[in-house]
């Protein structure tokens, strides 16, 4: 079979290129390894930023749509001290620029938004390889296969496309996020509700933060952030419970009661990275977007970059004749962005840049109102 532009992986970045494409009445095919959406949960709470994620929801013409899914009130941000003491607190009036919505919810918007058949599920990629003159062929795990005049790695941090255009290999960041679920947390653990709040808490102390989010449903989605080698995190969820409990001693009680009153076992979520300012020589008929292209430590951008990358490569082939020049326009337009600090970098310097992590963050955000009264 062939197809003019393949998208390989459903995630955001893949999803939002596909929209744009069809918004110009350009077809495309996504190919995803899991079975369908349901396949695995994907994922908490998004703050979409206006300077990047509302610009790719915006060319994706579903800016109505998307305002239905944002949860009043989780702009709400509060940091706590370890003993449970509020440093700084800020409510949602709803003029912020970060509304917050559900990962999984912006990724079925996306889904629907497509014409059926779009994306292909249950197509795992064993194999890509050029063929001559830009075109490529990708093989699945199920015997199939498909040749492409545009391949557009979408497939995360693990890329099967990467290797067509880099040698790269994401290495471990030195982070782990241990993440938990607490469902119906204000009848059921009322004390760490409350100190959570309406939306987003942090308790941050050197090389270790508590991370918690309000979902709906008062479920509580917290990722507990540890700055550990690999080897140190126990693989038995109890025996990791306790590890990482042990880790938080002295710690105020609604704080500890995100890591011991998880609904579902620890999940553990090591932290990848490809090399800083990572770059390849343009080559006809391929390319990357999202993870793929420049996997970070997560610091609040990495969905917001996959989306306006996914847009902007959908607008730069819309508006060229040649596809080939428009990826390569594309891809040094990525470049130029990636290479532009980020308000979350900034964020994770503040968060374990020094001996007082709040007091960091105090800092941040004090002239982030001074700038935004």
Known sequence: MDTPVTIIGAGLAGLTLARVLHVHGIPAIVFEGEVSPEARTQGGM??????????????????????????????????????????????????GGRPEVQRGELRRLLIDS????????????????????????????????VVTDLLVGADGAWSRVRPLLSGAVPEYAGETFVETLLYDADRRHPVAAALVGGGTLIGAAPDRMINAHRERDATLHTYVMLTRPREW?????????????????????????LITGSD?????????????????????????IGDAAHLMAPDGEGANHAMLDGAELGATLAAHFDADLAVAEFEQAMAERMAEPSDGSEFLEHLFGGEDPPQRLLDLFAGAQRQNP
């Open 233 to 257: 995190f126990a693989a038995d969820p109890a025996a990791l419970t306790a590890q990482v409990l042990g880790e938080f001693d002295g710690w105020a009680p609604g704080l500890t009661a």
């Open 46 to 95: 998004l703050d979409i930023h206006d300077y990047n994620g509302r610009r790719a929801v915006e060319a994706a013409g579903l800016l109505d749509e998307f305002r239905g899914l944002v949860l009043p009130g989780r702009q709400a941000t509060r940091i706590v001290a370890p003993d449970g003491t509020v440093l700084f607190e800020k409510d949602d009036d709803g003029t």
């Open 264 to 288: 579902i076992p620890p999940v553990l979520r090591p932290h990848f990275a490809l090399p800083a300012g990572h770059r390849w020589v343009h080559r006809p008929g391929v390319t990357l």
């Open 114 to 145: 497509l014409p059926p058949g779009t994306v292909r599920w249950g197509h795992k990629v064993t194999g890509v390889r050029a063929l001559g003159a830009g075109r490529h062929e990708v093989s699945f795990a199920h015997g199939g296969a």
